[in-house]
Each structure stands twice: as structure tokens, then as C-alpha cells.
């Protein structure tokens, strides 16, 4: 795929991009055999993926975990066309309940953090039994609400606008195969 004029560098490409994805379900897998071991089968965990960023995402990363897990969407509106935060909006809720159940949030990249501190506020309320967080990109650059993630894809510290596996800038370049930062004259 050739590569589009806007992006500044290559972070991570597809071989590492699908590598870690695999090394993250067989964590995951381990964890949750460890610790749901004779209820796994009858009360397997909800992966719940953020939309939309989170959908290529959760797609392989399901797909590297050999246990039983369901999956569910919600989608939590913060950046609108541009690429400032905003207010946070429910757009999308989950279709099932929650209550007693172990919950994998998938979100494709923790920038400010304050989705996830949301969701957890709301999931707990709901009874669900417990909450992981599963980031495939932890950026800490802008951070404002603490989070403690349990699955990191990668980090990053410096503030750079991502794209690319899911990632967007006013709905682009989420089809690249690979995650790059775009140039700063490209984000207006």
C-alpha cells in the first residue's frame, strides 16, 4: 500500500502490529483460564470493543484467544471531525447485560483517558463482576484521567496524532495495514 503523503512516520508495521496482537491473546487467554478456570465455558468473558477504532482490533485479537468469549460493542463519542477532545457522549450501548459478568474493554488507543475512567464508573454501577482494560496503544502524552490498564499493544509518550489499523483523523486512514503518525500540518 502506498504510502499517503500526510504521514509523518511509520511507528509500528503490520508484522509487529500482528505479532503483539498474539502475544496480547495468549496473556489474555492465560489470565482468563487462570482465574475463570471451571466457570469459563458457562459465563465466558464479553469483549467488548469501542467503536469504531477498536474494530480491526478486536477482530484479531479474538481470534488469538482459543477460550470461549463473546463480543458486544459500545461507542463513546469524544472527538468529533477535528482532533480535539471533547464532551463525552453514549452513542452506542451494549446490547446485553452486564451484571455478573467479566468484561474485557478493547479500546484502540488511551490518549486522555477519560473514556475509560467513564466506562468503568458505568460498568461497575451495571454489577458487572470484573473490568480489564485491554489498549492496543497506551499514549500518555495527554493523559488527564488515571487509568490502570491491564493489556498494552504499545506505548507511546510523545503527542503525536495516530493513525492507521482502525485508528482515524476525520474518519481517514483507518484501512492502513500499519500505525503512523501524521505530519502536524496534516491535523487542522
Known amino acids: ?12 508495521d ?6 503483539r496482537v ?30 469504531r477504532g477498536a474494530v480491526i482490533f478486536l477482530s484479531d485479537l479474538i481470534r488469538a484467544m482459543p477460550i ?25 450501548d451494549l446490547q446485553n447485560s452486564v451484571c455478573e459478568r467479566h468484561l474485557l474493554i478493547v479500546e484502540d488507543i488511551v490518549d486522555t483517558g477519560q473514556t475509560l475512567g467513564h466506562l468503568a464508573q458505568k460498568l461497575t454501577a451495571r454489577g458487572a463482576a470484573s473490568i480489564r482494560f485491554c489498549a492496543l496503544i497506551d499514549k500518555t502524552a495527554r493523559r488527564r484521567t488515571p487509568v490502570e490498564l491491564d493489556y498494552v499493544g504499545f506505548r507511546l509518550q510523545e503527542d503525536a496524532f495516530l493513525v492507521g489499523y482502525g485508528l482515524d483523523y476525520a474518519e481517514k486512514y483507518r484501512n492502513l495495514p500499519y ?10
Open 1 to 12: 500500500m502506498k504510502q499517503a503523503p500526510e504521514i509523518l512516520k511509520v511507528l509500528w
Open 68 to 92: 470461549p468469549v463473546e463480543c458486544d460493542f459500545m461507542q463513546i463519542a469524544s472527538y468529533g471531525k477535528d482532533s480535539k477532545p471533547g464532551t463525552l457522549q453514549l452513542v452506542r
Open 179 to 188: 500505525i503512523a503518525a501524521l505530519k502536524p500540518e496534516a491535523v487542522i
Open 14 to 19: 503490520e508484522a509487529a502490529i500482528q505479532v
Open 22 to 51: 498474539r502475544e496480547l491473546g495468549a496473556q489474555i487467554t492465560r489470565d482468563y483460564e487462570r482465574n475463570l478456570s471451571e466457570t469459563l465455558t458457562r459465563n465466558p468473558p464479553i469483549a467488548v470493543g469501542l467503536l
